[in-house]
């Protein structure tokens, strides 16, 4: 059984600059949750997909953005990166009922 | 809104002892569940043990068990014979219960730093 994986695993950008993340869900799992982490913090939910429609979202402003593609691969979009997007972005993957599941992350640093 | 609260920043154990996490939480539902999430310096989140509030019977996973105060909105990690690989950032959190639909995102507590002492 294939585990989720996260790619790239560090990003380097600056501010006013777009970034891509993507992840890909561990097999059987229809569900993908992105999160944040800042230093020394918990993740933050940031919003989910579910059968390729967002399902729900945190207190995150609309310059993230997602995609879930058929296969339930998903991508994490952010626009006009700001400092405070430096973080490590986590994606989790689940199917109705089961626990999320998450992958190694993406560490994003925004100069 | 729900929050956890992990009130130990740090805590160390000796290599073989027991230690227990503890988190509580405030919700006005009554559907909900309940992880301990463990993350490495390698940054990956790995489960360590899921409770579903309507069971009363503590969950355990080999030498992981919580003691789940429903009333109380308590549910600490107890870690018996600690090994070297216990040693990282363990986070407890929350999501609403299934019913109703829509999303569960994961809230979380900031996080206790575990140390094991060799």
């Known amino acids: 059984e294939t585990g989720v994986t996260q790619s790239p695993t560090h990003l380097i950008k600056t501010r006013g600059q777009q970034v891509t993340l993507r992840c890909s869900s561990q097999?059987?799992?229809?569900?993908v949750s992105w999160y944040q982490q800042a230093l020394g913090q918990g993740p933050q939910f940031i919003f989910q997909y579910y059968r390729e429609e967002e399902n729900g979202r945190g207190n995150f402003p609309p310059r993230f953005s997602g995609l879930q593609f058929p296969n339930y691969s998903s991508e994490l979009n952010v626009n006009a990166l700001e400092l405070d997007d430096s973080a490590l972005y986590l994606c989790?993957?689940?199917?109705?009922?089961?626990?999320?599941?998450f992958g190694p992350g993406t560490r994003l640093l925004v100069l | 809104a729900q929050t956890v609260t992990q009130s130990q920043p740090e805590m160390s154990v000796q290599e073989a002892e027991t230690v227990t996490l503890s988190c509580t939480y405030d919700t006005s539902e009554s559907d909900y569940y309940l992880f301990w999430y463990k993350q490495p310096p390698s940054r990956q989140m790995i489960l360590v043990i899921r409770q579903e509030a309507y069971k009363q019977q503590n969950a355990t996973e080999n030498r992981f068990s919580v003691n789940f105060q429903k009333a109380a909105k308590s549910f600490s990690l107890k870690i018996s014979d600690s090994q070297l690989g216990d040693a990282a950032m363990y986070f407890c959190a929350y999501r609403r219960g299934y019913s109703g639909g829509g999303a569960d995102g994961l809230t979380f507590g900031k996080g206790t730093h575990l140390i094991i002492q060799p």
């Open positions: 097999s059987g799992h229809n569900t």
């Open positions: 989790a993957s689940s199917s109705p009922r089961s626990a999320q599941y």
